[in-house]
């Protein structure tokens, strides 16, 4: 079952930004979950991003399941109870959406559904005189 349908009823947040921009997000505040592993998925990958998948990850305390393997992520734990996403130097592949939860065992508590738009944007035009 892929977590998608899980969370279809949650309320998203849409973000909509320029291409080369960066995005930061609080994705949740909670002591409940401090200690959880935690999990930061692109929608469009359903293999990956399924609960069937998610036993075998390794026990890290991150886990970004995004389109590149190299992308531009940062997860960052401010030490109360507070999680931001950082992803720098979007790009027009990075629009889609994304969801943030937490492992219970092998299942996965939702927390957060972002809707990311990157836009192409054309430079400002500047006039000498």
């Known amino acids: 079952m892929p977590l998608t349908s ?3 009823g949650m309320k998203m947040q849409e973000v909509i930004k320029i291409q080369g921009e960066s995005l930061i997000v609080k994705a949740f505040c909670s002591q409940q979950h401090v200690q959880a592993e935690i999990v930061w ?3 469009e990958l359903p293999k990956e991003c399924s609960l069937e998948k998610l036993i075998s990850f390794s026990r890290s ?3 970004r399941l995004t389109t590149q393997p190299d992308q531009r992520v940062i997860m960052n734990d401010l030490g109360n109870g507070c999680i931001y996403v950082f992803m720098s130097a979007l790009q027009s592949e990075d629009t889609g959406i994304y969801w943030f939860g937490v492992l219970d065992g092998p299942n996965i508590i939702p927390l957060r559904k972002i ?3 990157v836009q ?3 430079l400002p035009l500047t006039c000498f005189n």
């Open 6 to 8: 899980t969370i279809s």
């Open 41 to 43: 998925c692109k929608e």
């Open 61 to 63: 305390r991150w886990k």
């Open 115 to 117: 809707r990311v738009i």
């Open 120 to 122: 192409k944007g054309n």
